[in-house]
């Protein structure tokens, strides 16, 4: 299956070849790090909206 027919796949893939983790730890370290942004994004808009 082509990434483009998966965006999580090819997001995963990216996180992996960045980060490089080798444990449960460092996988969930790294999805914290990428996410992070997107979430404060989010909350600083919602917080904008009252």
């Excluded at 999580?8 to 992996?16: R, S």
């Excluded at 444990?23 to 909350?43: R, Y």
Aim: net charge negative.
């Amino acid at each position: 299956m082509p990434s483009q027919d998966n965006p999580g796949k090819e997001i995963a893939d990216l996180i992996f070849k960045h980060f490089k983790p080798t444990s449960a730890q460092e996988v969930q370290d790294a999805i914290k790090a990428v996410f992070a942004p997107v979430f404060e994004s989010i909350l600083n808009a919602e917080m904008s909206e009252h």
